[in-house]
């Protein structure tokens, strides 16, 4: 499984670091911190951390808005990565990381260069449900790409999207390879895990491919 690099490179010029974060004190302990991943994140964090769970935040809706002229893409042809959407009737699944002690600045140090620097995105704190237990919602932090990032790609139609995507590689590996990881985990999800923008996504990929986009087969192509 490919991770999402973070080999130097020079950064986008434009491009930010992530405002400071404070660890959010769940369970009475102040250097705990519970991080939201609902894009790479879900199956490549590649920090130390203590504890995982799958759930899901409401208020959003995952989109394919962002550019990625790094992990995912190049300046000349950006890739499609995911942002969170406020929704007020959304909902979007993913994987809450718990970070303790040392692990909390060596996660964020990490994540700024990863999602910030690298990716565009800014932090802002989301309510974490917890697959298991969506009775003890959690504060977590999640990066999240606005409008104002220069990175920023907006909605266009899913097949345009699915266009894009076959057509995109960065450092990271080939962008279909991150659809396809994305859609592998909302099915272990559970039929109750719904997308529908990711699920034309993947149609509209898998009619312009000449073979199922779903077998080994097909990422061991990209």
């Not at 559970?190 to 073979?211: E, F, K, N, R, S």
Request: charged letters at 20%.
């Amino acid at each position: 499984m490919k991770q999402e690099s973070v080999a130097p490179s020079t950064p986008p010029p434009s491009a930010s670091p992530a405002p400071s974060a404070q660890p959010s004190r769940e369970n009475g302990d102040p250097q705990a911190l519970w991080i939201f991943g609902y894009g790479s994140l879900v199956w490549r964090p590649d920090f130390a951390y203590s504890d995982s769970r799958v759930g899901f935040v409401r208020g959003y809706s995952r989109r394919f808005w962002q550019g990625d002229t790094f992990h995912r893409g190049s300046d000349k042809m950006p890739g499609r990565v995911v942002t969170l959407l406020e929704d007020h009737e959304g909902c979007t699944w993913g994987v809450a990381y718990e970070v303790r002690g040392e692990q909390v600045s060596e996660a964020l140090k990490y994540l700024n260069v990863r999602e910030a620097v690298l990716g565009g995105y800014d932090t802002k704190e989301v309510t974490f449900y917890p697959q298991d237990t969506p009775d003890q919602p959690l504060t977590a932090l999640a990066y999240v790409a606005t409008p104002q990032n220069p990175g920023y790609l907006g909605p266009a139609p899913e097949e345009a999207i699915a266009t894009q995507i076959l057509a995109c590689r960065g450092f990271s590996g080939h962008n279909l390879e991150y659809l396809l990881r994305l859609a592998d985990f909302m099915q272990l999800c559970g039929p109750q895990a719904q997308d529908d923008h990711l699920d034309a996504i993947v149609d509209a990929v898998g009619a312009m491919l000449p073979c199922s986009y779903l077998t080994e087969q097909a990422l061991a192509l990209i």
